[in-house]
Nanobody, 123 residues
């Protein structure tokens, strides 16, 4: 499956962005999806995951209460709504497909990576 992420940009602290991830090649409804991010000079880290039907979600503690993951299987698209952004949210964000059903997963569970979209939060 090919993943195309979009929606990143430059925003001031406290602002919002909505990331989208459109898939082609396969139907996303068959997969658990998620988002990872890679801050400058750091390793990739898990942000959020969502089950196949959207009924179950998981968030890293660092984004809980501020970010919301959702999906529209009819549009083959996954979203990440990011509110109350902080400078420490600055990173390249990647949408991913997981090979397992768990909504919390590591990079070893990822079968497909999107190309990444840059999010920069200024203070």
């Amino acid at each position: 499956v090919q993943l195309q992420a979009s929606g990143g940009g430059l925003v001031q602290a406290g602002g919002s962005l909505r990331l989208s991830c459109a898939a082609s090649g396969r139907t996303l409804s068959a997969y658990t999806m998620g988002w990872f991010r890679q801050p400058p000079g750091k390793e990739r880290e898990f942000v959020s995951g969502i089950s196949r039907n959207g009924g179950s979600t998981y968030y890293a503690d660092s984004v809980k209460g501020r970010f919301t993951i959702s999906r529209d299987n009819a549009k083959n698209t996954v979203y990440l709504q990011m509110n109350s952004l902080k400078p420490e949210d600055t990173a390249v964000y990647y949408c991913v497909v997981s090979r397992f059903s768990s909504v919390y997963f590591s990079t070893s569970s990822v079968t497909s990576w999107g190309q990444g979209t840059q999010v920069t939060v200024s203070s």
